[in-house]
């Protein structure tokens, strides 16, 4: 047995075998999925967003723009993602794009939460400032900006994809026409950590005291659901409106049928606390981001933890070194990197060939400008120090995720596999 994994992956033996997607230096703090159901972007603690190809468990893109904790993330309808970070921006990213396509500014404090109008036309944005911003992302029309009384954690459109609905610290969930002009508002009493909103008009808020409020179109509060025994940090909705899915700080993840209200299951598995929660559109799928900084799927209906990674077939050199110690170290590595001489690369650059390779050269690879600039060439002492030290530390403004491997057994390992499945040696 593997005495120690990455510091960065705190896999149980379940964990390991399970659909995760690996990659974040910190608790994922944010996820959203494209409307084809078929990618996600994740956004960490550790300052980066990560775009993942969902079945296959790849990593597509390190996106590194924010300066501190990434929030919050929402998928567009035409493609794009946005995310919002504790830095008060928010950032529209392009697939096959390393850089950010937009940058909105005008929040004064985190921003906690993003929303999408059903026609993509609108962005709207929750921040601790106090606002919400209501931006066109067509246009010259400047954005709406709404105030409440406190740091906003929440926000969703209306039924009728238009009106803007909040939710912060002071407890009320307020509804705003899309003028900016506040039309409801209901006290829950407690601050509201996330709202939803399903198609034919009901509100349900996520609060801090693990109930969750169900809102009827006369704004007063029809039911109560305590859905955790600590506060409510995260609430999504599935695609058909008919469960919710209710994650704790305390580390239980809830499904409601919102029909009856009743709880129906209660996660039970690896990957909890669980900070994230996104359905996964045209499948009965749950996706959780946690602290154990990975990405995961369960099944809604059932509440499982879904089966081993989708990994490709290892090639021929790749499964003769199958039970090489190394080849479990560099589990966390393949979600961005590839060993084989036709891998190309992914969200990082191949490594093959990388031992003797001076650092920033594989072709066809958009490196960062930190790691252009560097003078080192790769070798098993250099890629040592590179986990021994981590990343941040040894390439200084490097977009890899920050990741150590603290047992020097298991660094011998990872080395020693690279080198050989590369055909170093
Ligand atoms: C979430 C994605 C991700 C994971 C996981 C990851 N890397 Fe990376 N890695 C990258 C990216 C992105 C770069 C390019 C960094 C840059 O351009 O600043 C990189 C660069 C490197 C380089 C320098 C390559 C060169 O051509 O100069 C090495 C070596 C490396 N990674 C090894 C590893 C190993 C070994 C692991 C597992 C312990 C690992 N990486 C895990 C994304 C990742």
């Known amino acids: 047995m593997l005495r120690l994994l990455l510091v960065l992956f705190l896999a149980t033996p379940v964990a390991a075998s399970a659909q995760e997607m690996r990659g974040h230096g910190g608790p994922v ?188 179109g006369d704004f007063t509060v ?9 506060p409510v940090v995260a609430v999504a909705l599935s695609p058909d409106g008919r469960r919710i899915a209710a994650a704790g700080i305390g580390g239980t993840v809830a499904l409601v049928d919102r029909a009856s209200g009743r709880i129906e299951r209660t996660l039970v598995g690896p990957g909890l606390p669980v900070w994230s929660l996104a359905f996964r559109p045209g499948t009965d799928e749950l996706v959780t981001g946690g602290g154990d900084r990975l990405v995961r799927r369960w099944r809604a209906s059932t509440g499982e933890h879904l089966g081993a990674v989708v990994m490709e077939r290892p090639s021929e050199a790749l499964a003769r070194l199958a039970d090489h110690p190394g080849a479990e170290v560099f589990r966390a590595c393949s979600a961005c990197h590839t060993l084989d001489p036709d891998g190309g690369n992914r969200a990082g650059p191949t490594l093959h060939g990388v031992i003797g ?41 490097t977009k890899m995720p920050e990741q150590r491997v603290t047992d020097p057994d298991d660094l011998r390992a990872l080395v020693d596999y690279i080198a050989r499945a590369t055909g170093a040696e």
Do not use: C
């Open 29 to 216: 703090r944010a996820l959203a999925i494209s409307a084809d159901g078929r990618l996600a972007l994740s956004g960490s603690f550790d300052t980066s967003a990560i775009l993942w190809d969902i079945e296959r468990g790849l990593a597509l893109a390190v996106l590194r723009g924010h300066e501190s904790s990434v929030n919050a993330a929402a998928a567009l309808p035409d493609g794009r993602f946005a995310t919002a970070g504790e830095d008060g921006r928010i950032l529209l990213w392009r697939m096959g794009r390393q850089e950010p396509e937009a940058r909105l500014e005008g929040h004064a404090g985190p921003v906690a939460a993003l929303a999408v109008s059903p026609d993509g036309g609108v962005l709207a944005s929750a921040s601790w400032d106090g606002t919400a911003r209501l931006t066109p992302l067509s246009g010259t029309t400047p954005p709406a900006v709404v105030r409440q009384r406190g740091p906003l954690n929440a926000v969703a459109f209306a039924a009728d994809g238009q009106s803007l609905i909040t939710g912060g610290h002071d407890g009320a969930v307020r509804l705003f026409g899309p003028d900016g002009g506040q039309r409801r508002v209901v006290d829950t009493g407690v601050p509201v950590n996330g709202i939803v909103v399903a198609a034919d008009g009901e509100i349900i808020a996520g609060g801090a005291d693990g109930r969750l409020r169900f809102i009827a």
């Open 357 to 397: 390779r001076r650092i920033g050269s594989a072709a066809g690879y958009d490196y960062s400008p930190a790691l252009r600039r560097m003078d080192i060439v790769w070798s098993r002492d250099t890629i040592a120090k590179l986990f021994e030290i981590g990343p941040n530390a040894y390439t200084p403004g």
């Open 222 to 230: 029809a039911r109560e659901v305590a859905a955790s025994g600590t």
